[in-house]
């Protein structure tokens, strides 16, 4: 398996994860997994692309991928849609409240950070599919 099937399926299982939080009304724990899918997915896009978003430690900030992801694949490449570049900032700051205020999340704002990943998640997988 690629190292970009391997964070794909981080991504996805990341997904799953949020839809289950979702169906159980967790919603703060389904906002954490929605951004972590998102995360992943976009690790797996850059890798794909050529790009090695990953430090020589095996890490790189947050805002790092995320300005890789719709900077070099969105803007420069136009690889994604252009409607994709505000989901990791979105979904990492309704992640950070969830996880670090005592703000609760919504079902709505939930369901829209499901809705965002899904979205980037189906179509980093649609471009890993179409380069195999």
Excluded at 4 to 19: H, I, P, Y
Excluded at 23 to 39: E, I, V
């Amino acid at each position: 398996m690629t190292e970009q099937r391997e964070w794909l399926d981080k991504a996805e299982q990341s997904l799953r994860g949020a839809e289950s939080e979702f169906a159980n009304q967790r919603y703060d724990n389904a906002a954490n997994r929605a951004y972590y899918a998102c995360f992943h997915a976009a690790i797996a896009a850059l890798i794909g692309a050529g790009e090695h978003p990953l430090g020589e430690k095996g890490t790189r900030s947050h805002s790092a991928i995320q300005a890789m992801f719709a900077g070099l694949l969105i803007r420069r490449r136009k690889i994604y849609p252009a409607d994709l570049a505000s989901v990791l900032p979105d979904s990492y700051s309704l992640r950070d409240q969830a996880d670090y205020t005592i703000t609760v999340t919504s079902e709505l704002e939930a369901k829209r950070a499901l809705d965002k990943a899904r979205r980037l998640v189906n179509a980093v997988g649609r471009e890993v599919k179409r380069f195999r």
